[in-house]
């Protein structure tokens, strides 16, 4: 999320609500509206480029910035589908809001087989923000979304079947 301090005009990001400016100290901190939006991000542009215009290093740990995201994961047999088969899916889907289109909530599925090293991508889930929404309500959601989507039944149909028997 990204704030603005109404006091000193310091535009800021943090993974959650906060109060305080970092700084000047003061508590007159809000969302940031469209403008100071795209004002930090070419900001942020700009301090990435010019970052990585010097030689390449490899960062030290203090040099490093998280980022977060919410996700959520569960376990399919094959036979929920209907498939005569000992095959057990881990599906994992990450989300939140699209940067392209901050009115929209956007979950990507991704499947392995059950122990397997890698991933697959399955399908993105579409669907409108709702204001001040909590993270496990936008799981919730998209859970019940792709629950009664048959495109993501079908493709993760599709993925099952194409894994080879142990």
Not at 112 to 137: I, T, W, Y
Request: charged share 25%; glycine share 4%; with cysteine.
């Amino acid at each position: 999320m990204i704030f603005t301090c109404d006091n000193c005009g310091f535009i800021f990001s943090r993974s959650e609500e906060t109060e305080q400016c970092p700084d000047c100290g003061k508590y007159e901190v809000r969302p940031a509206n469209e403008e100071e939006q795209a004002e930090f991000a070419q900001r942020m542009a700009e301090l990435s480029r010019s970052e990585h215009s010097e030689q390449p290093r490899i960062p030290d740990i203090e040099d490093t910035e998280l980022s977060m995201f919410s996700s959520f994961s569960f376990r399919l047999p094959a036979t929920a589908l209907q498939i005569d088969s000992g095959i057990i899916v881990d599906i994992a889907v990450e989300y939140g809001e699209n940067p392209a289109n901050r009115s929209e909530l956007v979950g990507n599925a991704w499947v392995r087989q059950e122990g397997g090293r890698s991933a697959a991508f399955l399908m993105s889930v579409h669907l409108p923000v709702k204001p001040d929404e909590a993270p496990k309500e936008q799981a919730n959601r998209i859970f019940a979304s792709l629950n009664g989507d048959d495109a993501f039944r079908t493709k993760l149909f599709d993925f099952i079947v194409q894994q080879p028997k142990m």
